[in-house]
Every structure is written in C-alpha cells, then in structure tokens.
C-alpha cells in the first residue's frame, strides 16, 4: 500500500535525504514546464541525477522512471511536485518525497546562483 503522507524535504535538507536513501542514487525529478526549465534549473551534482518531464506528461512517460530508484520531486514553488509525488506513489514507487518550496527555495537555501522568479 503506497504511503499517504509524502516526505517534504527542504533543499537545505536534501544531502540528508539522500543519505537516507542508501546505496541508490535518487533523481530529482523536474515537473516543471520547459519554458521553466530555460528559466532556472538545477545542476546534477554528485549523489543524484535530473530528469524534466512536464507535470502533465507523467503519465505517459512512467516507463521512464524506475520505481526502485528514490526520486525527489521539484517544480517551482512544491504544489505541482506534490501531486506528481503523491502519484508516483500510488504506482508503488518506492521511494517519492516533495521538495519543498521548489526551485524558488532551492535558489535561496542550496544554490543562489539557480535564478528566482
């Protein structure tokens, strides 16, 4: 049975989480829309890899994900990712938690230079 309370973790957190997930590098999942992505982005750093799928497109791109591989979800302020998280757990991922405050919080606690807007 998929959780029904996924974990919210703050960029400043994120080291922590991953940590947390073991062996397995997780993937922060980018819900945003592409015109966000030439916006702000976030850099791949060692420990976790970035894959952008639109909000929307989820459904039909599920293959792309593995279900054993942790993923933290990210949009721009945490709404979006929310439901894209809480989704992914219903498809028995087993891993799924929300960035909180998205991006916009990314830039302010974890890299100043990911542009606000």
């Given at each position: ?33 592409p ?14 890899r ?42 028995q ?8 405050g ?5 830039s ?10």
């Amino acid at each position: 049975m998929p959780p029904t309370f996924i974990p919210q973790v703050r960029p400043s957190e994120f080291d922590a989480w991953m940590a947390a997930c073991g062996s397995a590098a997780p993937v922060v999942l980018d819900v945003r829309e592409p015109w966000e992505l030439q916006t702000a982005s976030i850099r791949p750093a060692p420990g976790f890899r970035v894959v952008a799928v639109p909000m929307n497109e989820i459904p039909r791109r599920l293959a792309e994900l593995d279900p054993a591989t942790p993923v933290a979800c990210l949009c721009h302020h945490g709404a979006r990712s929310q439901r894209v998280a809480a989704f992914l757990a219903h498809q028995q991922f087993e891993q799924v938690a929300n960035i909180a405050g998205g991006i916009d919080a990314w830039s302010l606690e974890r890299d100043t230079s990911v542009p606000r807007y």
